[in-house]
């Protein structure tokens, strides 16, 4: 049993120049960690409490049970990043979601599936709020987050939904932005060895504080713009591989649909003597109207197929706060994004049974061919002389290729206040509105029912048999722009206070015991709007698409508590969170989240932590109120089997359904093999539900100081998680094992009203709805190990010190188990060290990133090594080695060097390049010939993603520059 199922690879992240990276409990400075607790009176200005991504209590410890990673905003200058994806997509515990190399299948956005758990179940938060999401899954697109002005970005891992809300299932992603002070002005510069894929980049902004340092406000602006590349621009894409999965070698493979035309003959007619004889298929050769017997015939459509997809960027924004007296302060913040982004595909490939009229295509054929098609015409039992039914294949290279532009306006406004209550405690409280629209754009679709006019004899005849038959006129005749658009909107209102209970503390020692409670409100509305030729079906080129739209709303009470518990050298601190949900979905109601985490320092050099967390993650928009089209998938109905009996637990609920009694086994309960089912958004989804282990040690011995170690297990698994499955599954799992009707498996059945009329058979007049469903499991588990070292080493080129300073930073994953279980009874999916058709991305075993850094006076030196663990092929129908495919792909390994310079006091300039032994998937070798290539990697056909490889896991571009400046004023 296979299930196409992403869960890929996972972590990385660094240090950088002069700062260390890790996670909260290792970025203090050495002295903060040996600092008493603060006293009774002791005012809060002499040590500022610091809010940490995962809790909404300001402490002055900022060590925390859960783990959580640290990049920092040096890492992205170091990189040559601009968009949040480069980095962000590198660290081990991110499994690439759709990146710039996403064009089939892509959106033209960037995600983070954090722990190869989905991007619906990684929280995306900016300054510690939610951030605008794009389309119907409630998703956030990075390329809206301004990379210039990250300060930090905070990865923590597990369910956080007793903190923040919904959505939490993997962990939170946290981008902090920082403020500016004075004029800064910047820009960026990047290219391939090969001269191609340029991405350059320019930005500004301005801050300053006013009013006697009252007020502090920040504006800024940004243009990005990126060129595309096409698989046709590297040897290892420039072709269509495959032919494995046949039991034939690894081959130019390509499509069958060709340029020139296809035509297939199904039907009853006498096929002796015609070209149709051998395999009931036709090719046209160059000659128009001249067709022969097809003999594997393909056609190359890689390298009109982008491999790095064109996007043009457009972004502005603000932020401020103001103290209005007492130490109130209002602030708000403010973005918009312009995002333009295209895919591309090679010209549209028309197949399907059509109504050729013979009168219609006579002049356009070979007067002997013709004759062929009058033969089987005539011999045919339909009775109908003057048409006949082809299944035809014609690829439409005269329109062009396939251009999809999509264009997303997006804002966002916050307002919000903050300040004190007494002594002890303080609020905080704000409201914010997001909206995405978002305009596409299809070119180069054809219309099925133009196309068909023009072969039935309704319309103008087209000329579809040969190699550029289609004159501009018949272009015209069938071609059909096609527009959608969505709309997205996110209303979220929190409010919270915090504090202590006065100075009660345990322990003489102890800071005090702090907590916050508050409540929150959230918004979410969606609509996908197609238009009529994509709601029809019409279209051919670019997927229909059915109307969807809807909407519902959360209110929620959350409280946290923090209990730390000092007695000398030694610390011990619990942790504990709660929220109660109410959804105005019927069947998600009112649900609980909770989290309890406990620390133990027994010296200053070792801390214990662990925690425990259920989370939860409400259905989406989309997969609610998806659009829903009906479907006649082939299934058998467990009520028509012996099996379904008087009494037995199927035949119960056989007549729950609908049947009766006295028809329970009959087959002719069941009209025909093919049973009706709605397809589309399912309302009778439920929330999906996750508990997150996780239990980890942190060092940071006093006899070596610069070096922190951290390491910790996690185990996350999500119950109830919400897939499609078929139709005959469906019915498995709800007839033959729950046997429920009230179960969540059992949904698509008695969800919807009746499905059955009086005889027990299900019709067309209120089918099952087979959306999405609750009922599948899955987990990943592993160690994550970060380790950082700071310290000076006796040499310098610089300075007069004889010093520079030296940091080493590692970050890496081992992935214990990656699993999915597509619904109870079904193989369960292993994934960890595994790629392919169920798989899909590559999840490695291993993944680390590691950087140097030499801090040379006004120079930095940086060496970034990125790795991934070998992969092996999870699909055992099909031995790939065996047919000059690949079973495996081996460890990968990429060198990034950077150097850095303060030119003066106000201008650094920053030149690198990534990738530096230009590593790419290997070059394909046919009839003999073999194609030099430096590469680390293995070349896919049958079980790649896109462009014969997994373009977001591995490296498509080869050897990069990029050169950066900055100006501070």
């Known amino acids: 049993m296979s299930y196409r199922f992403t869960k890929a690879s996972l972590l990385t992240g660094t240090i950088m120049a002069g700062a260390m990276i890790a996670s909260p409990a290792l970025a203090q400075a050495d002295d903060q960690d040996n600092e008493p607790a603060t006293q009774p009176g002791v005012q809060a200005e002499e040590v500022a409490p610091i809010v940490v991504t995962g809790s909404r209590i300001a402490r002055r410890n900022v060590e925390t049970a859960a783990p959580i990673a640290v990049i920092q905003d040096e890492e992205f200058k170091l990189s040559g990043t601009v968009n949040v994806e480069n980095v962000v997509n590198t660290l081990p515990q991110v499994v690439p979601g759709f990146t710039s190399n996403s064009n089939n299948p892509g959106t033209g956005t960037a995600t983070l599936n954090l722990r190869g758990l989905g991007s619906a179940r990684t929280l995306v938060l900016v300054n510690d709020r939610r951030w605008m999401f794009y389309d119907t899954s409630q998703v956030v697109d990075l390329n809206t987050i301004p990379s210039f002005l990250l300060d930090s970005v905070d990865v923590v891992t597990g369910g956080a939904s007793a903190v923040y809300g919904s959505d939490a299932l993997a962990g939170v992603v946290n981008f902090n932005l920082r403020q500016v002070d004075g004029i800064e002005m910047g820009g960026q510069y990047s290219i391939t060895e090969r001269g191609d894929g340029a991405r350059y980049e320019v930005h500004g902004a301005i801050g300053t504080s006013f009013d006697d340092g009252r007020g502090s406000a920040t ?30 070698p690894q081959q130019q493979f390509g499509s069958s649909t060709l340029p020139n035309g296809v035509i297939r003959y199904f039907g009853d007619g006498d096929r002796t003597g015609t070209d149709f004889a051998a395999n009931n298929a036709v090719v046209f050769d160059d000659v128009a109207g001249d067709f022969r017997t097809r003999t594997g015939d393909t056609y190359n459509y890689a390298p009109v197929n982008y491999l790095q997809i064109p996007q043009e960027r457009y972004l502005i924004g603000g932020y401020a706060d103001y103290d209005i007296g007492g130490g109130h302060t209002f602030y708000t913040e403010v973005a918009f994004v312009n995002n333009r982004v295209a895919q591309e595909l090679a010209a549209t490939p028309v197949t399907g049974s059509f109504t050729v009229n013979l009168d219609t295509i006579q002049p356009f054929l070979d007067a002997g061919d013709f004759a062929q098609l009058q033969q089987l015409n005539a011999t045919e039992t339909d009775g109908d002389p003057d048409n006949i039914t082809l299944f035809l294949q014609r690829r439409t290279i005269e329109t062009g290729a396939r251009n999809s532009l999509d264009e997303r306006n997006a804002f966002r406004v916050l307002g919000g206040i903050s300040g004190p209550i007494g002594d002890y405690l303080s609020y905080d409280a704000y409201y914010m509105y997001a909206r995405t629209r978002n305009a596409n754009i299809q070119d180069g679709n054809i219309s099925r029912s133009a196309f068909q006019a023009g072969l039935d004899g309704t319309a103008d005849p087209i000329n579809i048999f040969g190699l550029g038959t289609l004159t501009p006129a018949m272009v015209d005749q069938i071609s059909i722009r096609a527009q959608n658009g969505d709309v997205s909107t996110l209303e979220n209102a929190v409010a919270t206070v915090s504090g202590t209970f006065g100075d009660f503390a345990i322990g003489a020692d102890s800071e005090p015991v702090a907590f916050a409670v508050g409540a929150e409100y959230r918004g979410v509305a969606s609509q996908f709007i197609p238009d009529t030729a994509l709601a029809s079906g019409d279209v051919i080129g670019f997927n229909a698409g059915n109307p969807t739209e809807g909407s519902y709303n959360v209110k929620e009470l959350f409280a946290e508590l923090n209990v730390p518990i000092e007695f000398g050298s030694a610390r011990l601190e619990f942790t504990g969170a709660a929220r109660y949900s109410d959804y105005s979905l019927e069947n998600v109601g009112g649900v609980w989240t909770y989290a309890g985490g406990v620390e133990f320092s027994p010296i200053p050099d070792v801390t214990l932590r662990g925690q425990y967390q259920r989370a939860v993650r409400a259905p989406n928009v989309g997969e609610l109120f998806g659009g829903q089209s009906i ?8 009520c028509g089997t012996a ?40 309302p009778n989804l439920e929330e999906e539900t996750g508990d997150s282990w996780t239990a980890g040690i942190v060092l940071q011995p006093s006899f070596l100081p610069g070096l922190a170690i951290t390491a910790d297990y996690f185990d996350i698994e999500i119950a109830n998680a919400i897939t499609t499955i078929s139709l005959q599954n469906s019915f498995d799992l709800c007839f033959n094992q729950v046997q429920d009707p009230n179960a969540a498996a059992c949904g698509a059945f008695f969800g919807n009203g009746s499905i059955r009329n009086a005889a027990g058979a299900i019709t067309t007049a209120n089918p099952p709805v087979l959306g999405g469903q609750n009922v599948a499991t899955l987990g990943v588990s592993g160690v994550d190990l970060q380790a950082t070292y700071s310290t000076t080493i006796p040499f310098s080129l610089m300075t007069d010190t004889g010093e520079q300073d030296f940091n080493l930073s590692f970050l890496g994953t081992w992935t214990e188990s990656s699993f999915f279980e597509p619904f109870a009874g079904a193989d369960i999916v292993e994934c960890a060290g595994q790629f392919g058709i169920t798989c899909g991305e590559p999840t490695p075993s291993f993944k680390w990133t590691a950087r140097a850094s030499f801090i040379d006076g006004p120079l930095t030196t940086s060496i970034r ?22 079973e495996r792909i081996p460890a990968y390994d990429l060198l990034d060097l950077t150097f850095s310079a303060e030119a003066t006091e106000n201008v650094t300039v920053t030149v690198g390049v990534n990738n530096i032994f230009d590593t790419l998937p290997q070059t394909p070798t046919f009839n003999g010939i073999e194609v030099s290539s430096v590469n680390n990697g293995t070349l896919l056909g049958d079980n790649q993603e896109q462009a014969n490889t997994y373009p977001s896991t591995y490296d498509v571009l080869g050897r990069d520059f990029f050169v950066s400046a900055l100006l501070k004023f």
């Open 643 to 682: 099996a379904a009996t008087a009494g037995s637990a199927l035949g119960n609920i056989c007549v729950a359904n609908g049947v009766p009694v006295a028809n329970l086994g009959n087959p002719a309960i069941q009209l025909n093999a093919q049973i009706p089912a709605l397809f589309g958004g399912n």
């Open 219 to 248: 504006v800024f602006a940004e243009y990005f713009n990126r060129d595309s590349i096409f698989q046709g621009d590297r040897a290892f894409s420039n072709f269509a591989l495959g032919g494995e999965s046949f039991g034939a």
């Open 865 to 886: 090594w990125r790795h991934l663990s070998a992969v092996d092929d999870d699909d055992d129908s099909v031995d790939y080695a065996a047919f000059n495919g690949s």
């Open 631 to 638: 479907g006649f998938p082939g299934a058998t109905d467990p």
